[in-house]
């Protein structure tokens, strides 16, 4: 069984673009700093709410709306500089993978399928930016706001914060299970994918030799076959996504429920006060958000590791023919090639020519 992800894979890629990479996270951390920001403020803005002050209110509604502000700003610069460098990596792979398979063999070509080289190179790369761009613009920003609002509601309340956890342990394992399922499923579905596009390739690139033997019923036979094994694939892919946010949405509910219930216990013991609990509600709600990308992300960085192991299968495959290093240096050819009674017309040689 493989234990470590094939995404490792993909560091000699990353790393010539970490300049690009470490101006986003920077600009991810203030972010992220951001958010209790504004947990703390929802809770002053409903005490003034609740005392009728206008005037606080006013100004610190004004504050808030500066905290978006600068917040989204700095968000714009986190996406735009990760889109690059994700675009960077996939643009760098495809070149040296479309070099690699210019370096193999004959023999290699042989036996591959043009349709499924195409989608490695297409479809599969593509994937693998894609994962990229969202573990840097997306899962690591939900990471660390799921770990600074966690820190700032277990400042608010620590007994709330740790009763509200006893879901997590199960939400994770289920997330983690679904996730393995997902990558089976995936690949499956990629190389029915694949295949379909191998046989396209090969029945359009041969339409004058499928029409010549009056085969099109076993052509069009053929194609209804693969293509209902990659719907079936599909399927399963999607029946499971079906089956998944149902299940831990139904989790957060449950959670959700029981923070009500002891926010009112810890209300009445006067451990909690009413604004504070309006902060701890808002924290709360900021976590639904990253909870739900992060569920959406680990499915797709299982899908995309499916693409980032066909890739490198191709990477693997080593020419049959090596140059030796010790090869001898072939010398200038003298002399010269004479060609007689030798005609590159089709005309002169029904003449007899």
């Given at each position: 069984?493989?234990?470590?992800?094939?995404?490792?894979q993909l560091l000699?890629?990353?790393?010539?673009?970490?300049?690009?990479?470490?101006?986003?996270?920077?600009?991810?951390?203030?972010?992220?700093?951001?958010?209790?920001?504004?947990?703390?403020?929802?809770?002053?803005?409903?005490?003034?709410?609740?005392?009728?002050?206008?005037?606080?209110?006013?100004?610190?509604?004004?504050?808030?709306?500066?905290?978006?502000?600068?917040?989204?700003?700095?968000?714009?610069?986190?996406?735009?500089?990760?889109?690059?460098?994700?675009?960077?990596?996939?643009?760098?792979?495809?070149?040296?993978?479309?070099?690699?398979?210019?370096?193999?063999?004959?023999?290699?070509?042989?036996?591959?399928?043009?349709?499924?080289?195409?989608?490695?190179?297409?479809?599969?790369?593509?994937?693998?930016?894609?994962?990229?761009?969202?573990?840097?613009?997306?899962?690591?920003?939900?990471?660390?706001?799921?770990?600074?609002?966690?820190?700032?509601?277990?400042?608010?309340?620590?007994?709330?914060?740790?009763?509200?956890?006893?879901?997590?342990?199960?939400?994770?394992?289920?997330?983690?299970?679904?996730?393995?399922?997902?990558?089976?499923?995936?690949?499956?579905?990629?190389?029915?994918?694949?295949?379909?596009?191998?046989?396209?390739?090969?029945?359009?690139?041969?339409?004058?030799?499928?029409?010549?033997?009056?085969?099109?019923?076993?052509?069009?036979?053929?194609?209804?076959?693969?293509?209902?094994?990659?719907?079936?694939a599909k399927y399963?892919?999607?029946?499971?996504?079906?089956?998944?946010?149902?299940?831990?949405?139904?989790?957060?509910?449950?959670?959700?429920?029981?923070?009500?219930?002891?926010?009112?216990?810890?209300?009445?013991?006067?451990?909690?006060?009413?604004?504070?609990?309006?902060?701890?509600?808002?924290?709360?709600?900021?976590?639904?958000?990253?909870?739900?990308?992060?569920?959406?992300?680990?499915?797709?960085?299982?899908?995309?590791?499916?693409?980032?192991?066909?890739?490198?299968?191709?990477?693997?495959?080593?020419?049959?023919?090596?140059?030796?290093?010790?090869?001898?240096?072939?010398?200038?050819?003298?002399?010269?090639?004479?060609?007689?009674?030798?005609?590159?017309?089709?005309?002169?040689?029904?003449?007899?020519?």
């Open positions: 069984m493989k234990q470590r992800s094939s995404y490792w000699p890629y990353i790393r010539p673009h970490w300049k690009t990479i470490t101006q986003a996270l920077t600009c991810t951390v203030g972010v992220t700093v951001f958010w209790p920001v504004q947990a703390a403020l929802a809770g002053q803005i409903a005490k003034f709410i609740g005392q009728g002050d206008i005037t606080a209110l006013a100004q610190l509604s004004g504050i808030l709306a500066l905290v978006f502000l600068i917040q989204k700003v700095l968000m714009y610069g986190q996406d735009s500089l990760m889109a690059k460098a994700a675009l960077a990596v996939a643009f760098d792979l495809r070149k040296q993978v479309y070099a690699h398979i210019q370096r193999l063999n004959l023999s290699y070509f042989e036996t591959a399928k043009t349709g499924d080289l195409t989608y490695r190179l297409t479809e599969d790369i593509d994937r693998i930016g894609e994962v990229v761009n969202k573990i840097f613009h997306d899962f690591i920003p939900c990471i660390l706001q799921l770990i600074v609002v966690f820190g700032y509601m277990i400042y608010l309340n620590w007994q709330l914060t740790l009763a509200t956890l006893v879901a997590a342990p199960l939400m994770g394992v289920l997330i983690g299970w679904f996730g393995e399922q997902m990558l089976i499923f995936s690949r499956r579905s990629q190389n029915r994918i694949s295949n379909l596009s191998a046989l396209l390739t090969e029945v359009f690139s041969g339409i004058r030799l499928v029409q010549a033997f009056a085969a099109e019923d076993y052509e069009i036979e053929r194609f209804a076959i693969e293509a209902e094994y990659n719907r079936r399963a892919a999607e029946h499971l996504k079906a089956i998944q946010f149902p299940v831990v949405g139904f989790m957060y509910a449950m959670s959700v429920l029981l923070l009500f219930f002891l926010g009112g216990w810890q209300i009445s013991k006067n451990n909690l006060t009413g604004a504070e609990f309006v902060s701890y509600l808002a924290a709360v709600g900021l976590l639904i958000d990253p909870i739900s990308h992060i569920t959406t992300n680990y499915n797709d960085f299982k899908q995309g590791e499916a693409s980032v192991d066909r890739i490198f299968e191709v990477v693997a495959i080593q020419p049959t023919v090596m140059q030796k290093p010790d090869a001898s240096t072939l010398p200038n050819v003298t002399g010269k090639v004479e060609y007689c009674h030798v005609n590159f017309a089709y005309l002169p040689l029904l003449k007899g020519g």
